[in-house]
Nanobody
Framework: QVQLVESGGGLVQAGGSLRVSCAAS????????MGWYRQAPGKQRELVAS???????DYADSVKGRFTISRGDAKNTVYLQMNSLKPEDTGVYYC??????????WGQGTQVTVSS
C-alpha cells in the first residue's frame, strides 16, 4: 500500500494561516487523485479539497476562497494552504490518495486547531 506522511498542523489564531503537507511513497503507479479530509470532534469525516493528476481542483463550499490545494513538482506530494482560518476549521486533517493500481490510502492525520 502507498505510505503517506503528513506534516504542518498546529495551533493558530482565527484569521491566521497554516499549510499542511503530505508526501506519498511506496509502490506508486499513478496517483490519480490526492486530497484532504478533516474530522472535527463528534462529526463525520468530510472532504475539504482534492486535486486530480490533471490539476482539476475541488473544494468544500465552506473553504472555497480560503484554502488552496496543490501538488508538488514530483506529483507525489500534496499541499493544503489554509488562509483566513476559522475556529470551525478545527479538526484532524487526513491526507487521502487514490493510486490507479493500489487503490485508496490514508495518512495518520495531523491536528489543526484554530483558536478564537
Amino acid at each position: 500500500q502507498v505510505q503517506l506522511v503528513e506534516s504542518g498542523g498546529g495551533l493558530v489564531q482565527a484569521g491566521g494561516s497554516l499549510r499542511v503537507s503530505c508526501a506519498a511513497s511506496g509502490p506508486i503507479v499513478s496517483l490519480t487523485i490526492m486530497g484532504w479530509y478533516r474530522q472535527a470532534p463528534g462529526k463525520q469525516r468530510e472532504l475539504v479539497a482534492s486535486i486530480t493528476g490533471g490539476g482539476m481542483e475541488d473544494y468544500a463550499d465552506s473553504v472555497k476562497g480560503r484554502f488552496t490545494i496543490s501538488r508538488g513538482d514530483a506529483k507525489n506530494t500534496v499541499y493544503l494552504q489554509m488562509n483566513s482560518l476559522k475556529p470551525e476549521d478545527t479538526g484532524v486533517y487526513y491526507c487521502n490518495v487514490i493510486d490507479s493500481y493500489r487503490g485508496p490510502s490514508w495518512g495518520q492525520g495531523t491536528q489543526v486547531t484554530v483558536s478564537s
